[in-house]
T-cell receptor, first 113, second 117 residues
Framework: AQSVTQPDIHITVSEGASLELRCNYS??????LFWYVQSPGQGLQLLLK??????LVQGIKGFEAEFKRSQSSFNLRKPSVHWSDAAEYFC???????????FGSGTKLNVKP | DGGITQSPKYLFRKEGQNVTLSCEQN?????MYWYRQDPGQGLRLIYY???????QKGDIAEGYSVSREKKESFPLTVTSAQKNPTAFYLC????????????????FGPGTRLTVL
């Protein structure tokens, strides 16, 4: 069965520090992979996506993610966090040819001044 | 201005009432989805539709109903059979539908917060 795991429920980092949010998935083939960000009371905004090709993908707001097939992971990174990055982040898997999506339970990011 | 609109932003329901949440899109996307979001549980799929006049149940369809009479509209009705409807509801779309060569990217509306009084 397909599943997405985000092992960290809450993460706190200092402004200017680097960030890595973890995502592991379970899927029978190579899925399509996504990271979204959600501010309180808002919808989800797409940060980046991986379909194929280069396993390091760049997204908006200075975020990047790396697909590691051997580890079934798609971790999100940012070299220097800004206070405005405080939000909840969701990893998602898309099932090719079925047009369905599976979401992790989210990681809430707090940024200390 | 293209996008996905959901209305109302806040909705209050009394016990035993049915309520309908609106989702409209002008992106000309084929597929539309409804998710329910509860704290700490991520997004759970309620219903989805890949073409007009067709829709499928998601993982938590009990107590909900939908229709897809027009490509741009996918309203969700929360019926009195849904025992715990208080949640944040998100509508989403993808450009491609059934029979597409690959899954496309999903885009989200701003959400509706439903509270049962």
């Amino acid at each position: 069965a397909q599943s997405v795991t985000q092992p960290d429920i809450h993460i706190t980092v200092s402004e200017g520090a680097s960030l890595e949010l973890r995502c592991n998935y379970s899927y029978g083939a190579t899925p399509y992979l996504f990271w979204y960000v959600q501010s309180p009371g808002q919808g989800l905004q797409l940060l980046l996506k991986y379909f194929s090709g280069d396993t390091l993908v760049q997204g908006i707001k200075g975020f990047e993610a790396e697909f590691k097939r051997s580890q079934s992971s798609f971790n999100l990174r940012k070299p220097s966090v800004h206070w405005s990055d405080a939000a909840e982040y969701f990893c998602a898997v898309g099932a090719p040819n079925f047009n369905k999506f599976y979401f992790g339970s989210g990681t809430k990011l707090n940024v200390k001044p | 201005d293209g996008g996905i609109t959901q209305s109302p932003k806040y909705l209050f329901r009394k016990e035993g009432q049915n309520v309908t949440l609106s989702c409209e899109q002008n992106l000309n996307h084929d597929a539309m989805y409804w998710y329910r979001q509860d704290p700490g549980q991520g997004l759970r799929l309620i219903y989805y539709s890949q073409i007009v006049n067709d829709f499928q149940k998601g993982d938590i369809a009990e107590g909900y109903s939908v229709s897809r009479e027009k490509k741009e509209s996918f309203p969700l009705t929360v019926t009195s059979a849904q025992k715990n409807p208080t949640a944040f509801y998100l509508c989403a779309t993808t450009a491609t539908g059934r029979g597409a060569a690959h899954t496309d990217t999903q885009y989200f509306g701003p959400g509706t917060r439903l509270t049962v009084l």
